[in-house]
């Protein structure tokens, strides 16, 4: 077969490159992230995450750890801008017990995190919060990052608040 038909044949064969990096876990600290020893911050943990490539989206599905030993589950979208210089996150995580009584116990995060380091829009590494329910908090502007996903963030232990 010469050269002229073998890209035609991988041309209707729909060949193409990948949308999407290879599924791995991703973590992104909020606040400094979670630390048992030192309650404050949040970590999202994405599990098979497929980051995409510029231009794209693809879902997100994991747990959060927040507190001391509180674990939920989250879910939503990660996209990378056309010009792949921003990720933006939009999270959703239940917590029932923890947001307590009067609070529909849901939270939405939008999280924007830089893939490439020192080329950022002004406002990457931020984390916006909106909880869901008659007693409705929020918090803006919260630092986020990227970090290693370590085990003990990936555990999902069987007791946990």
Do not use: Y
């Not at 939008?110 to 909106?130: K, Y």
């Amino acid at each position: 077969m010469n050269r002229l038909n073998s890209v035609a044949l991988m041309m209707l064969l729909g060949v193409s490159v990948p949308a999407f990096s290879a599924p791995s876990n991703f973590c992104i600290a909020v606040n400094g992230g979670w630390n048992p020893n030192n309650p404050g911050g949040t970590t999202f943990v994405g599990k098979g995450i497929e980051v995409p490539i510029k231009g794209a989206c693809s879902p997100w599905f994991g747990i959060v750890r927040t507190s001391i030993s509180v674990v939920g589950t989250s879910h939503g979208t990660i996209c990378r801008s056309n010009d792949g210089k921003l990720l933006t996150a939009s999270l959703t995580s239940t917590l029932p017990e923890w947001f307590g009584i009067g609070r529909s116990g849901v939270a939405i995060d939008h999280i924007e995190l830089c893939p490439v380091a020192g080329v950022c829009p002004a406002h990457e590494g931020q984390s916006d919060r909106g909880d869901l329910g008659p007693a409705t908090g929020g918090s803006t502007g919260s630092p986020a990052a990227r970090i290693l996903c370590t085990p003990a963030l990936l555990n999902i232990p069987s007791s946990h608040d």
